[in-house]
Protein backbone atom coordinates (compact mmCIF):
# COMPACT_ATOMS: atom_id res chain seq x y z
CA UNK A 1 0.00 0.00 0.00
CA UNK A 2 1.17 3.23 -0.98
CA UNK A 3 -1.21 6.49 0.03
CA UNK A 4 0.65 9.29 0.61
CA UNK A 5 0.20 10.64 4.57
CA UNK A 6 -1.19 7.15 5.36
CA UNK A 7 0.92 4.68 7.45
CA UNK A 8 0.27 0.68 8.43
CA UNK A 9 0.90 0.87 11.92
CA UNK A 10 2.51 -2.68 12.10
CA UNK A 11 -0.60 -4.94 13.83
CA UNK A 12 0.19 -6.45 17.76
CA UNK A 13 3.08 -3.38 18.50
CA UNK A 14 2.91 -1.21 21.06
CA UNK A 15 1.04 2.43 20.04
CA UNK A 16 3.18 5.72 19.71
CA UNK A 17 0.60 7.65 20.37
CA UNK A 18 0.15 10.24 22.70
CA UNK A 19 -2.25 12.48 24.56
CA UNK A 20 -2.17 16.12 25.51
CA UNK A 21 -5.34 17.31 28.78
CA UNK A 22 -5.18 20.47 28.15
CA UNK A 23 -7.42 20.96 31.47
CA UNK A 24 -11.17 19.47 32.18
CA UNK A 25 -13.19 22.90 32.16
CA UNK A 26 -15.45 22.62 29.02
CA UNK A 27 -19.20 24.43 28.26
CA UNK A 28 -20.84 20.99 27.06
CA UNK A 29 -23.36 19.00 28.95
CA UNK A 30 -23.09 15.22 27.19
CA UNK A 31 -25.04 13.36 28.88
CA UNK A 32 -22.60 10.35 29.85
CA UNK A 33 -19.32 12.38 30.38
CA UNK A 34 -17.21 10.26 32.32
CA UNK A 35 -16.43 13.84 33.97
CA UNK A 36 -19.52 14.22 35.04
CA UNK A 37 -19.91 15.09 39.23
CA UNK A 38 -16.46 16.20 39.22
CA UNK A 39 -16.65 18.33 41.99
CA UNK A 40 -18.56 15.53 44.14
CA UNK A 41 -22.25 17.67 44.15
CA UNK A 42 -25.07 16.44 42.42
CA UNK A 43 -24.77 19.21 39.90
CA UNK A 44 -23.65 16.70 36.69
CA UNK A 45 -21.53 19.77 34.89
CA UNK A 46 -20.84 22.35 38.00
CA UNK A 47 -17.44 20.16 38.35
CA UNK A 48 -16.57 21.39 34.65
CA UNK A 49 -17.74 24.34 34.30
CA UNK A 50 -15.32 25.76 37.14
CA UNK A 51 -12.36 23.42 35.98
CA UNK A 52 -9.76 25.17 35.20
CA UNK A 53 -6.81 24.97 32.01
CA UNK A 54 -3.47 24.26 31.55
CA UNK A 55 -1.20 27.03 30.99
CA UNK A 56 0.26 27.45 27.50
CA UNK A 57 3.36 27.06 28.35
CA UNK A 58 2.83 23.24 29.89
CA UNK A 59 1.15 22.31 27.25
CA UNK A 60 3.99 23.04 25.22
CA UNK A 61 6.57 21.76 26.95
CA UNK A 62 4.32 18.31 27.61
CA UNK A 63 4.44 18.45 23.74
CA UNK A 64 8.33 19.15 23.57
CA UNK A 65 8.75 15.98 25.95
CA UNK A 66 6.21 13.25 24.14
CA UNK A 67 8.25 14.26 20.94
CA UNK A 68 11.06 13.58 23.00
CA UNK A 69 10.12 10.29 24.22
CA UNK A 70 9.75 9.20 20.48
CA UNK A 71 5.67 9.25 20.41
CA UNK A 72 4.83 10.32 16.55
CA UNK A 73 1.36 11.36 17.15
CA UNK A 74 -0.78 13.77 19.88
CA UNK A 75 -4.39 14.17 20.51
CA UNK A 76 -5.37 17.12 22.37
CA UNK A 77 -8.26 16.70 24.31
CA UNK A 78 -9.57 17.86 27.25
CA UNK A 79 -12.36 19.29 28.34
CA UNK A 80 -13.35 21.04 25.14
CA UNK A 81 -9.49 21.98 23.90
CA UNK A 82 -11.08 24.57 21.48
CA UNK A 83 -12.26 27.11 24.36
CA UNK A 84 -7.99 26.96 25.34
CA UNK A 85 -6.38 30.40 23.81
CA UNK A 86 -3.19 29.04 23.11
CA UNK A 87 -4.74 25.88 21.09
CA UNK A 88 -2.87 26.79 17.62
CA UNK A 89 0.41 27.49 19.13
CA UNK A 90 0.17 24.09 20.33
CA UNK A 91 -0.88 22.63 16.89
CA UNK A 92 1.81 24.41 15.52
CA UNK A 93 4.57 23.44 17.89
CA UNK A 94 3.53 19.49 17.66
CA UNK A 95 3.50 20.21 14.16
CA UNK A 96 7.01 21.62 14.01
CA UNK A 97 8.29 18.56 15.82
CA UNK A 98 6.62 16.42 13.37
CA UNK A 99 4.03 14.80 15.49
CA UNK A 100 0.39 14.21 13.51
CA UNK A 101 -1.82 16.24 15.97
CA UNK A 102 -5.38 15.56 16.09
CA UNK A 103 -7.57 17.40 18.34
CA UNK A 104 -10.94 15.80 19.57
CA UNK A 105 -13.76 18.30 20.25
CA UNK A 106 -17.91 18.97 20.18
CA UNK A 107 -16.71 21.32 17.26
CA UNK A 108 -19.44 24.17 18.46
CA UNK A 109 -16.40 26.82 18.24
CA UNK A 110 -14.37 25.88 15.19
CA UNK A 111 -16.45 28.85 13.41
CA UNK A 112 -15.70 31.38 15.06
CA UNK A 113 -13.64 34.27 14.09
CA UNK A 114 -10.25 35.17 14.59
CA UNK A 115 -7.89 37.79 13.12
CA UNK A 116 -6.43 35.47 10.52
CA UNK A 117 -10.01 33.22 10.00
CA UNK A 118 -11.93 30.77 11.45
CA UNK A 119 -10.54 29.18 14.35
CA UNK A 120 -10.38 26.19 11.76
CA UNK A 121 -8.68 28.36 9.65
CA UNK A 122 -6.24 28.95 11.81
CA UNK A 123 -5.78 25.55 12.84
CA UNK A 124 -5.59 24.34 9.40
CA UNK A 125 -2.63 26.61 8.79
CA UNK A 126 -0.74 25.58 11.98
CA UNK A 127 -0.56 22.24 10.61
CA UNK A 128 -3.44 20.11 12.25
CA UNK A 129 -3.58 16.59 10.76
CA UNK A 130 -6.67 15.39 11.95
CA UNK A 131 -10.29 16.02 13.86
CA UNK A 132 -12.21 13.88 16.24
CA UNK A 133 -15.65 15.04 16.22
CA UNK A 134 -18.71 13.93 18.48
CA UNK A 135 -21.54 12.06 16.83
CA UNK A 136 -24.29 10.72 19.17
CA UNK A 137 -27.17 11.22 17.18
CA UNK A 138 -28.67 12.45 13.29
CA UNK A 139 -31.16 14.78 14.81
CA UNK A 140 -30.86 17.92 16.20
CA UNK A 141 -33.03 18.02 18.80
CA UNK A 142 -31.60 14.67 20.15
CA UNK A 143 -28.23 15.62 19.53
CA UNK A 144 -28.86 18.79 22.19
CA UNK A 145 -30.77 16.74 24.47
CA UNK A 146 -27.63 14.40 24.43
CA UNK A 147 -24.41 16.92 24.64
CA UNK A 148 -26.01 20.35 24.82
CA UNK A 149 -24.59 21.35 21.13
CA UNK A 150 -25.88 22.57 17.83
CA UNK A 151 -25.73 19.50 15.04
CA UNK A 152 -25.57 22.27 12.76
CA UNK A 153 -22.23 23.62 13.64
CA UNK A 154 -20.99 19.99 13.52
CA UNK A 155 -22.42 19.75 9.98
CA UNK A 156 -21.34 23.27 8.87
CA UNK A 157 -17.33 22.43 9.73
CA UNK A 158 -18.23 18.90 8.58
CA UNK A 159 -19.00 20.36 5.06
CA UNK A 160 -16.25 23.04 4.94
CA UNK A 161 -13.79 19.97 5.61
CA UNK A 162 -15.31 17.81 3.46
CA UNK A 163 -14.59 20.51 0.77
CA UNK A 164 -10.97 20.79 0.76
CA UNK A 165 -11.12 16.90 1.00
CA UNK A 166 -9.88 16.67 4.95
CA UNK A 167 -10.84 13.41 6.10
CA UNK A 168 -11.95 13.43 9.58
CA UNK A 169 -13.62 10.84 12.63
CA UNK A 170 -16.29 10.23 15.02
CA UNK A 171 -16.80 9.06 18.64
CA UNK A 172 -20.30 7.78 19.09
CA UNK A 173 -21.21 6.85 22.37
CA UNK A 174 -23.68 4.15 22.41
CA UNK A 175 -26.65 4.26 24.68
CA UNK A 176 -29.98 3.34 25.83
CA UNK A 177 -30.83 6.94 23.95
CA UNK A 178 -29.23 6.16 20.36
CA UNK A 179 -28.98 2.46 20.24
CA UNK A 180 -31.44 2.74 17.54
CA UNK A 181 -29.99 5.52 15.91
CA UNK A 182 -26.39 3.69 15.01
CA UNK A 183 -27.35 2.58 11.21
CA UNK A 184 -28.66 6.22 10.60
CA UNK A 185 -25.66 7.41 12.03
CA UNK A 186 -23.60 5.05 10.26
CA UNK A 187 -25.43 6.39 6.76
CA UNK A 188 -24.22 10.09 8.01
CA UNK A 189 -20.71 8.97 8.17
CA UNK A 190 -20.47 6.96 5.28
CA UNK A 191 -22.37 10.17 3.30
CA UNK A 192 -19.61 12.73 4.52
CA UNK A 193 -16.00 12.62 5.15
CA UNK A 194 -15.81 10.11 8.07
CA UNK A 195 -12.85 7.37 7.80
CA UNK A 196 -13.16 5.95 11.17
CA UNK A 197 -15.93 5.63 13.41
CA UNK A 198 -15.58 4.57 17.29
CA UNK A 199 -18.27 3.33 18.79
CA UNK A 200 -18.08 3.31 22.46
CA UNK A 201 -20.16 1.50 24.77
CA UNK A 202 -21.31 3.76 28.08
CA UNK A 203 -19.47 1.95 31.07
CA UNK A 204 -19.86 3.58 34.90
CA UNK A 205 -16.03 4.73 35.04
CA UNK A 206 -15.05 7.22 37.66
CA UNK A 207 -17.89 9.39 39.57
CA UNK A 208 -20.58 6.94 37.73
CA UNK A 209 -19.58 4.00 39.56
CA UNK A 210 -22.07 2.68 42.22
CA UNK A 211 -24.82 5.51 40.85
CA UNK A 212 -27.84 4.25 39.86
CA UNK A 213 -28.47 6.74 37.39
CA UNK A 214 -25.68 5.25 35.03
CA UNK A 215 -28.53 3.01 34.51
CA UNK A 216 -30.22 4.71 32.89
CA UNK A 217 -27.51 5.51 30.52
CA UNK A 218 -26.36 1.60 29.47
CA UNK A 219 -28.18 -0.45 27.19
CA UNK A 220 -27.87 -4.13 27.31
CA UNK A 221 -25.58 -5.95 24.63
CA UNK A 222 -28.56 -7.44 23.48
CA UNK A 223 -30.42 -4.84 22.61
CA UNK A 224 -27.71 -2.59 20.76
CA UNK A 225 -26.74 -5.81 18.83
CA UNK A 226 -29.09 -5.83 15.30
CA UNK A 227 -28.62 -1.84 15.16
CA UNK A 228 -25.14 -2.05 15.37
CA UNK A 229 -24.81 -5.05 13.68
CA UNK A 230 -26.98 -2.99 10.81
CA UNK A 231 -24.65 0.16 11.11
CA UNK A 232 -21.50 -2.04 10.96
CA UNK A 233 -22.59 -3.16 7.50
CA UNK A 234 -23.36 0.27 6.73
CA UNK A 235 -19.50 1.70 7.77
CA UNK A 236 -18.01 -1.83 5.74
CA UNK A 237 -19.31 -1.14 2.20
CA UNK A 238 -18.05 2.45 2.49
CA UNK A 239 -14.42 1.27 3.73
CA UNK A 240 -15.34 3.43 6.84
CA UNK A 241 -13.51 1.85 9.95
CA UNK A 242 -15.00 1.23 12.77
CA UNK A 243 -13.55 0.39 16.39
CA UNK A 244 -15.96 -0.94 19.12
CA UNK A 245 -14.51 0.30 22.52
CA UNK A 246 -15.05 -1.58 26.01
CA UNK A 247 -17.44 -4.18 25.90
CA UNK A 248 -16.70 -7.93 27.00
CA UNK A 249 -15.47 -9.71 23.80
CA UNK A 250 -18.64 -11.95 23.63
CA UNK A 251 -21.01 -9.30 23.58
CA UNK A 252 -21.04 -8.85 19.57
CA UNK A 253 -19.44 -12.11 18.33
CA UNK A 254 -20.37 -11.26 14.56
CA UNK A 255 -18.37 -7.75 15.16
CA UNK A 256 -14.93 -9.17 16.63
CA UNK A 257 -12.89 -7.79 14.58
CA UNK A 258 -14.00 -4.54 15.66
CA UNK A 259 -13.80 -4.93 19.41
CA UNK A 260 -10.80 -3.22 21.35
CA UNK A 261 -10.95 -3.31 24.95
CA UNK A 262 -8.96 -1.52 27.88
CA UNK A 263 -6.59 -4.40 27.58
CA UNK A 264 -5.84 -3.78 23.84
CA UNK A 265 -5.81 -0.15 24.23
CA UNK A 266 -1.84 -0.14 24.42
CA UNK A 267 -1.99 -1.60 21.17
CA UNK A 268 -4.48 0.20 19.14
CA UNK A 269 -2.32 2.29 16.95
CA UNK A 270 -4.26 5.92 17.82
CA UNK A 271 -4.38 5.52 21.58
CA UNK A 272 -2.13 6.95 24.43
CA UNK A 273 1.23 5.34 25.77
CA UNK A 274 1.32 8.65 28.20
CA UNK A 275 -0.24 9.52 31.35
CA UNK A 276 -3.78 11.20 30.40
CA UNK A 277 -5.91 12.61 33.37
CA UNK A 278 -2.78 14.46 35.19
CA UNK A 279 -4.28 18.08 35.25
CA UNK A 280 -2.70 18.79 38.23
CA UNK A 281 1.07 17.15 37.29
CA UNK A 282 3.80 18.42 36.13
CA UNK A 283 4.56 18.08 32.35
CA UNK A 284 7.57 15.64 33.18
CA UNK A 285 4.99 13.15 34.96
CA UNK A 286 2.02 13.30 32.23
CA UNK A 287 4.11 13.13 28.94
CA UNK A 288 6.29 10.32 30.31
CA UNK A 289 5.22 6.64 28.21
CA UNK A 290 3.70 4.25 30.52
CA UNK A 291 5.63 0.45 30.44
CA UNK A 292 3.90 -2.26 28.82
CA UNK A 293 4.47 -5.61 30.50
CA UNK A 294 5.42 -8.79 28.66
CA UNK A 295 2.15 -9.87 29.18
CA UNK A 296 0.40 -7.04 27.32
CA UNK A 297 -1.79 -6.13 30.55
CA UNK A 298 -0.72 -3.61 33.10
CA UNK A 299 -0.69 -4.46 36.58
CA UNK A 300 -3.95 -2.38 37.61
CA UNK A 301 -6.17 -4.23 35.24
CA UNK A 302 -4.76 -7.75 36.24
CA UNK A 303 -6.76 -11.36 36.84
CA UNK A 304 -7.60 -12.29 39.95
CA UNK A 305 -10.06 -15.31 40.47
CA UNK A 306 -12.99 -14.79 42.62
CA UNK A 307 -15.64 -16.66 43.50
CA UNK A 308 -18.40 -14.43 45.39
CA UNK A 309 -22.06 -14.65 44.32
CA UNK A 310 -23.92 -11.13 43.69
CA UNK A 311 -27.10 -10.43 45.87
CA UNK A 312 -28.88 -10.87 42.21
CA UNK A 313 -27.16 -14.65 42.51
CA UNK A 314 -25.18 -13.82 40.01
CA UNK A 315 -21.88 -15.80 40.35
CA UNK A 316 -18.32 -14.60 40.01
CA UNK A 317 -15.39 -16.35 38.94
CA UNK A 318 -13.17 -13.46 39.11
CA UNK A 319 -12.28 -9.82 38.14
CA UNK A 320 -9.52 -7.41 36.56
CA UNK A 321 -8.10 -4.79 38.66
CA UNK A 322 -9.76 -3.76 42.57
CA UNK A 323 -13.42 -4.65 40.63
CA UNK A 324 -13.10 -2.82 37.50
CA UNK A 325 -14.46 -5.27 35.27
CA UNK A 326 -15.88 -8.69 36.66
CA UNK A 327 -16.50 -11.81 35.12
CA UNK A 328 -19.26 -14.48 35.31
CA UNK A 329 -18.88 -17.67 36.41
CA UNK A 330 -19.35 -18.92 32.31
CA UNK A 331 -16.36 -17.24 31.14
CA UNK A 332 -14.18 -19.94 33.83
CA UNK A 333 -13.57 -22.02 30.52
CA UNK A 334 -13.61 -19.32 27.89
CA UNK A 335 -10.83 -19.43 25.94
CA UNK A 336 -10.49 -15.75 25.40
CA UNK A 337 -10.87 -14.55 29.31
CA UNK A 338 -7.18 -13.54 29.12
CA UNK A 339 -7.60 -10.89 26.44
CA UNK A 340 -11.17 -9.85 27.51
CA UNK A 341 -12.10 -6.91 30.33
CA UNK A 342 -15.00 -8.56 32.25
CA UNK A 343 -18.40 -7.12 32.75
CA UNK A 344 -18.66 -3.03 33.96
CA UNK A 345 -20.42 -3.88 37.43
CA UNK A 346 -23.14 -1.56 37.53
CA UNK A 347 -24.14 -3.16 34.13
CA UNK A 348 -24.10 -6.71 35.39
CA UNK A 349 -25.90 -5.73 38.74
CA UNK A 350 -28.83 -3.90 35.97
CA UNK A 351 -29.02 -6.58 32.92
CA UNK A 352 -27.37 -9.65 35.23
CA UNK A 353 -25.41 -12.13 33.07
CA UNK A 354 -27.60 -14.13 30.96
CA UNK A 355 -25.33 -12.18 27.97
CA UNK A 356 -22.53 -13.47 28.20
CA UNK A 357 -20.94 -16.92 26.97
CA UNK A 358 -17.50 -18.74 26.07
CA UNK A 359 -16.02 -17.46 22.49
CA UNK A 360 -14.56 -20.12 21.02
CA UNK A 361 -12.02 -17.50 18.98
CA UNK A 362 -8.06 -17.52 19.40
CA UNK A 363 -6.70 -14.35 21.01
CA UNK A 364 -2.98 -12.90 20.38
CA UNK A 365 -1.70 -11.35 23.60
CA UNK A 366 -4.39 -8.99 24.80
CA UNK A 367 -6.26 -8.72 21.72
CA UNK A 368 -8.05 -11.43 19.18
CA UNK A 369 -6.52 -12.37 16.29
CA UNK A 370 -9.71 -11.26 14.31
CA UNK A 371 -8.78 -7.69 15.48
CA UNK A 372 -5.12 -8.26 14.65
CA UNK A 373 -6.14 -9.26 11.02
CA UNK A 374 -8.72 -6.28 10.36
CA UNK A 375 -5.66 -3.90 8.66
CA UNK A 376 -7.99 -0.68 8.42
CA UNK A 377 -8.00 -0.68 12.21
CA UNK A 378 -4.06 0.24 12.28
CA UNK A 379 -3.94 2.71 9.62
CA UNK A 380 -2.60 6.40 10.72
CA UNK A 381 -3.42 9.87 8.93
CA UNK A 382 -0.47 11.61 9.16
CA UNK A 383 -1.26 13.98 6.59
CA UNK A 384 -4.23 16.36 6.46
CA UNK A 385 -5.56 15.34 2.55
CA UNK A 386 -4.84 11.63 3.36
CA UNK A 387 -7.29 9.39 1.70
CA UNK A 388 -7.96 7.27 4.33
CA UNK A 389 -11.07 5.50 2.74
CA UNK A 390 -8.91 4.55 -0.58
CA UNK A 391 -6.31 3.08 2.00
CA UNK A 392 -8.67 1.34 3.93
CA UNK A 393 -10.25 -0.40 1.09
CA UNK A 394 -6.99 -1.52 0.03
CA UNK A 395 -6.26 -2.94 3.08
CA UNK A 396 -9.56 -4.58 3.49
CA UNK A 397 -9.45 -6.40 -0.49
Request: hydrophobic share 40%; with cysteine.
Amino acid sequence: MDIPGVLLHPPGTPSRGAVLDIGLKCPHSCAFCYYSYLDGSESQFAGLRTASLRSTEDCLEIIRLLAGHGLQHLDITGGEPTIHPGLPEMVAEAARLGLAVRCITLGQFLRRPRPEGTLLETLLAAGLTNLLFSLHAVDPVAFKETCGGSMESVLAVMDSLDERGFQYGCNTVIMERNRRDLPAIARMAAARGVHVVNGIAFNAYHAWRGQTRAEALQASYTAIRPHLEEAAAVLDAAHVVLNLRYVPLCAFPSLARHVVGVLGVPYDPVEWRNRCLNHDMPPAHCAEPLPIPASGVREIFAFSPLEETLPDGTRLCGMRGDRFKLFPVQCKECPCLPACDGVDPVYLARHGASEFAPLALETRGPLLAARLDYRPAFLLKTHPLADMRTAAAMCSG
